[in-house]
T-cell receptor, first 116, second 115 residues
């Protein structure tokens, strides 16, 4: 069975601090995709990144970076120099390789609060 | 271009009633998925429809049903509402080319409260 665990329920930081959100996943599939989504108070989930299981190269995009380690089944997300606008709930998600774009297995989410 | 639109935004029903939630995908997107998000939890997959056919179903009772129309819009129906059905219902659309696992575009959801 597929499962995503985000052990951190809430994180509170002060603006400009770096913060890492943890994600651990379980799957019996050898090929799969991992995602991060952001959910601001307005409710809609906003796509941040997608990685496939073949590509363990870590990625940096502006203040965001992702660390994918297949050996430990982890896909962690770091925000550098956090800003108040980063305050939101962040979800890690997993999908099967042949999914037709619909079924994601989400973690419980980590609520990030960035204080000025 | 308009994003995924859902209606209504809020809904209050009583136990035993039936509800219909509506979703319009992004223009050109042929796949629509429905998710239930209970307060404090991650979204749970309910259904996926592609080209008007059900392509996936999550672990939800038969009280939940959905359909997709020729214009790719979709409706989610829930019968015999229970208090536990109170949640944010999210709709997502995608181009859904097989195997692509491209990103989903989500609407802002319908907040359903069952009293």
């Amino acid at each position: 069975a597929q499962k995503v665990t985000q052990a951190q329920t809430e994180i509170s930081v002060v603006e400009k601090e770096d913060v890492t959100l943890d994600c651990v996943y379980e799957t019996r599939d050898t090929t799969y995709y991992l995602f991060w989504y952001k959910q601001p108070p307005s409710g809609e989930l906003v796509f941040l990144i997608r990685r496939n299981s073949f590509d363990e190269q870590n990625e940096i995009s502006g203040r965001y970076s992702w660390n994918f380690q297949k050996s430990t089944s982890s896909f962690n997300f770091t925000i550098t120099a956090s800003q108040v606008v980063d305050s939101a709930v962040y979800f890690c998600a997993l999908s099967e390789i042949y999914n037709q774009g619909g079924k994601l297995i989400f973690g419980q989410g980590t609520e990030l609060s960035v204080k000025p | 271009d308009a994003g995924v639109t859902q209606s209504p935004t809020h809904l209050i029903k009583t136990r035993g009633q039936q509800v219909t939630l509506r979703c319009s995908p992004i223009s050109g997107h042929k796949s629509v998925s429905w998710y239930q998000q209970v307060l404090g939890q991650g979204p749970q997959f309910i259904f996926q429809y592609y080209e008007k056919e059900e392509r996936g179903r999550g672990n939800f009772p038969d009280r939940f049903s959905a359909r997709q129309f020729p214009n790719y819009s979709s409706e989610l129906n829930v019968n015999a509402l229970l208090l536990g059905d109170s949640a944010l219902y999210l709709c997502a659309s995608s181009l859904a080319a097989r195997g692509s696992n491209e990103k989903l575009f989500f609407g802002s959801g319908t907040q359903l409260s069952v009293l």
